[in-house]
């Protein structure tokens, strides 16, 4: 019999879903620095930070019996994080917290190159921590899935629930926002 940390994340899902609940510390072992290192971008707060991941895997067990274990789980759990994250940011901000965006409206045609992906995500790995805090959380959040996380547009639309074209938009606009922030700075960005 195989070892639990040889089992795929959806294969661990699948038991938790028949009953075995010890295996859902095995995913949440996995996803937890990954879901700290995203909630850390998204809310640029370290306040509440382990409450707020806490109840992303509280979430995620209550709802697991709804993951479709024929799909990935990475996008599902980041999807539940995703809107706790939005949920807490709501908490902490003393107005209302504006998440419509135009992008959604407007379709969008993005190809994306795995060559031009790859240089991008090294230049960008590097230098992306710098900057993300000055920007608006749609962009940092959209940089953090696609160059931190290393999620594909396919994944951060269905997880933000976006259209594909309105991941690309975001993605090239929170790259321009992030260069006039470094030129602010006086780092200069290819």
Same mark, same amino acid.
Request: proline share 3%; charged share 30%.
């Given at each position: $019999? ?5 089992y795929? @994340?959806?294969?661990? =899902? !699948?038991?938790?879903?028949? %009953?075995? %609940?010890?295996q859902?510390?095995? &995913? $949440?072992?996995?996803?937890?620095? #990954? &879901? ?7 809310? =640029?707060?370290?306040? *509440? ?9 509280? #979430? ?5 019996q709804? +993951? @479709?274990?024929?799909?990935? +789980? ?6 539940? =994080?995703?809107n706790?994250?939005? *949920? ?5 901000? *003393?107005?209302?917290?504006y998440? +419509?965006? +135009? @992008?959604? &409206? ?15 995500q090294?230049e960008? !790995?590097?230098?992306? @921590?710098?900057?993300? %805090?000055?920007?608006e959380?749609k962009y ?10 290393? &999620?594909?547009? #396919? ?15 975001r993605?090239m606009? =929170? !790259?321009?926002i ?5 030129? #602010? $700075? %006086?780092?200069?960005i290819?």
């Amino acid at each position: $019999m195989n070892s639990p940390s040889t089992y795929t @994340d959806e294969q661990l =899902a !699948k038991l938790v879903q028949e %009953g075995d %609940g010890e295996q859902f510390g095995t &995913l $949440m072992e996995r996803y937890q620095q #990954k &879901l700290f290192r995203y909630g850390r971008k998204f809310l =640029a707060s370290e306040d *509440n930070i382990e409450d707020v991941v806490q109840d992303v895997f509280i #979430k995620t067990y209550q709802n697991i019996q709804s +993951f @479709d274990v024929s799909q990935r +789980f990475s996008p599902w759990i980041y999807r539940i =994080a995703h809107n706790t994250y939005v *949920n807490a940011l709501k908490k902490s901000s *003393n107005g209302p917290l504006y998440i +419509f965006d +135009f @992008d959604t &409206l407007i379709s969008h045609t993005v190809v994306e190159d795995p060559i031009e992906k790859e240089r991008e995500q090294k230049e960008i !790995k590097e230098i992306v @921590d710098k900057g993300l %805090g000055e920007i608006e959380p749609k962009y940092r959040e959209m940089l953090v899935l696609y160059y931190i996380e290393d &999620l594909s547009y #396919k994944e951060i639309s269905d997880i933000l629930r976006v259209p594909i074209g309105t991941v690309g938009v975001r993605i090239m606009r =929170a !790259k321009e926002i992030l260069k006039e922030t470094y030129k #602010k $700075m %006086g780092i200069e960005i290819k």
